[in-house]
């Protein structure tokens, strides 16, 4: 998952994107001032291990 945080004065809002391509466009678009994150939860399958 893909994050943009975006600040200002009043509010943070914050824009959820599934792939990079469609938050690094959107990231483009928006102005002030942001931050573009990849969320990774350690839940996921490329963090499973099967030797325990």
Same mark, same amino acid.
């Given at each position: ?7 200002s004065k009043? /509010? %943070? ?5 599934? %792939?990079? !391509?469609? =938050? !690094?466009? =959107?990231f483009? !678009?928006?102005?002030?001032?942001k ?7 350690? /839940?996921?399958?490329?963090? =499973?291990?099967? =030797?325990?």
């Amino acid at each position: 998952m893909w994050v943009i945080t975006l600040y200002s004065k009043e /509010n %943070t809002s914050m824009f959820e994107f599934d %792939t990079e !391509k469609e =938050a !690094k466009e =959107a990231f483009k !678009k928006i102005q002030g001032y942001k931050i573009l994150s990849e969320v990774i939860y350690f /839940n996921d399958d490329c963090f =499973a291990s099967t =030797a325990f």
